[in-house]
């Protein structure tokens, strides 16, 4: 009996200490559903309206670049793309009919975008926001991106360069966009070159980044962002392509985006910044130059135009034929002209600054290469009869009756072959090249801001490095620019401003001030290479 009511006693003060527990463990429970629902309840009725934080990145605008007087060459323009948050759309067939009846979508496109919504739905990106038709029309001409003015008669956009006109789908959508829940409207930038061809291989143009491009550097690019690939606007992408900013905010359950002061206490930290556009490039070209060294070029198949300030090295005139033209479409063309592909009128090859052969050009650095050694003077006289021999071979003068006896004056001025062969012979190849390299910089960079080939100066160490046996005929060939030697015209420019600026070699510049036009200088400091 002991036994048995030390078991009883024992029960009931285990039996207390549940019952205990358990009443605690419900009023901890009951306190916190009063903290949630009662001291709470407010901050967790708003969270639960909230579907997600949406961080969307702020491309800013590309710097525009201008002529030395302020002619815009190119810069961003704003495109407007129709986008969607698929779980938003509450009634695919039903919008998508309307914005074909308002004349934004064509029946195909709205079949296309249903089907794209029923997948997304499906899949992952039920609540992201997708691009539904690219490229309303809005301000700008979707064929060459002309301002398009509206014609109040006719209620509709026309283009002032080809005379088409268009319905304003940009505005269409923005006045029914309480129609159409879970559509939007994305604003975009994209490039704008208004002189079109006049300037292209100075200028460059941008496309998008590849996915190596994007791999190699994600902090600096994302999918869809644009890179210079040529000209300006690949030296100076840096400048140009500006700083992105940030949207941050908060979407609530119905699509609806949260205002600053309306969010939750959570998301009262999300902070957003703006983008810092892109830096103003001032050119030094001048355009009422390049167009007319663009139409002397027009009648040629083949060549290159520059003009650079003698005094100052800038570079007023860049041309080079064939040229192209690049820019964005906002819709398809079905008869778009397609460049010249013939490899020896390369139309993507910037002319200019590649290197030929400069032919007689090269003239005037045989001649000085003379004058200052001393193996002629200004009255010396050459008998031209057509050709120059040299051990049996002849070397044949452009001139094939001859020219007679000349001095250098007139040799020059008449371009005699057969008198500079002579210079060549007497010189020797490497003192032809000292003169070229060292005293008017042929053969290497010129220092301009854009690429460039450095050209050929050969020398007889030059032929031993190529693996070819020298011979002395080879000087004479180069005293008129021909063999091996290759020049820029942008060289052979600068080599001649040395001869009239008093000596000094210069090193050319494309680019007169990045930053506001109203900061660009008056004048530009000449930069002397020696």
């Not at 029914?176 to 409207?185: M, V």
């Not at 030296?235 to 985006?257: C, H, S, T």
């Not at 005929?473 to 005293?479: Q, R």
């Not at 063999?483 to 000596?503: E, F, I, Q």
Request: charge should be neutral.
């Amino acid at each position: 009996m002991i036994g048995t009511h030390d078991d009883l006693l024992e029960y009931r003060t285990h039996y207390r200490w549940a019952v205990i527990l358990i009443v605690v463990a419900f009023a901890v429970l009951a306190a916190r559903l009063f903290h949630l629902q009662v001291l709470q309840g407010d901050r967790y009725e708003a969270l639960a309206t909230i579907s997600h934080v949406v961080k969307e990145r702020i491309v800013p605008p590309r710097g525009t670049i201008r002529d030395r007087n302020g002619t815009v060459l190119a810069t961003d323009v704003e495109v407007a793309d129709l986008t969607m948050v698929p779980h938003y759309v509450k009634d695919p067939d039903g919008e998508t009919g309307r914005m074909v009846e308002l004349g934004v979508l064509t029946p195909a496109d709205a079949a296309r975008i249903v089907d794209q919504i029923a997948q997304a739905k499906q899949g992952k990106k039920r609540f992201h926001r997708l691009t539904a038709h690219r490229n309303l029309v809005g301000n700008r001409c979707p064929d060459d991106l002309s301002a398009l003015s509206f014609d109040q008669q006719a209620g509709r956009m026309v283009c002032p360069r080809c005379g088409q006109s268009f319905v304003d789908q940009r505005a269409v959508v923005q006045t029914h966009l309480h129609e159409l829940p879970g559509f939007a409207l994305h604003t975009r930038m994209v490039r704008h070159y208004p002189m079109r061809d006049l300037a292209m291989h100075a200028i460059g143009y941008v496309n998008e980044v590849n996915a190596e491009e994007v791999a190699a550097d994600r902090q600096k690019y994302r999918p869809g962002d644009v890179i210079g690939r040529a000209g300006v606007e690949r030296a100076l992408d840096e400048a140009l392509r500006g700083v992105p900013g940030q949207d941050v905010y908060v979407r609530m359950a119905g699509g609806n985006r949260l205002r600053p002061e309306e969010l939750p206490e959570p998301f009262q930290g999300l902070t957003s910044f703006p983008p810092r556009q892109g830096a103003d490039v001032t050119l030094t070209l001048d355009l009422g130059l390049q167009q007319a060294a663009v139409s002397a070029l027009s009648r040629q198949r083949s060549g290159a135009v520059v003009a650079m300030d003698a005094q100052t090295g800038e570079v007023l005139a860049l041309a080079s034929q064939p040229t192209f033209a690049i820019g964005p479409r906002l819709r398809a063309q079905s008869a778009e002209p397609q460049p010249p592909t013939d490899p020896v009128y390369a139309p993507m090859v910037d002319k200019a600054l590649s290197a030929y052969p400069p032919g007689s050009t090269f003239k005037m650095v045989t001649a000085f290469a003379g004058l200052v050694e001393g193996a002629i003077a200004e009255p010396t006289e050459v008998d031209c009869p057509g050709h120059y021999e040299y051990k049996g071979r002849k070397f044949n003068c452009f001139k094939r009756s001859g020219h007679g006896e000349l001095t250098l004056v007139p040799a020059i001025a008449q371009s005699c072959d057969t008198y500079f062969y002579l210079l060549g012979d007497l010189l020797g190849i490497d003192t032809l090249a000292h003169y070229a390299r060292d005293w008017f910089g042929l053969g290497e960079a010129t220092g301009i801001e854009i690429r460039e080939q450095e050209g050929v100066v050969p020398t007889e160490a030059w032929y031993r490095a190529k693996g070819r046996r020298f011979q002395p005929g080879f000087a004479i060939n180069a005293a008129v620019g021909q063999g091996d030697v290759k020049v820029t015209p942008l060289a052979m420019a600068r080599a001649y401003a040395a001869l009239v600026n008093g000596g000094r070699l210069l090193r050319p510049t494309l680019v007169r001030h990045v930053g506001p036009p109203e900061a660009a200088p008056r004048e530009v400091a000449p930069q002397v290479v020696r």
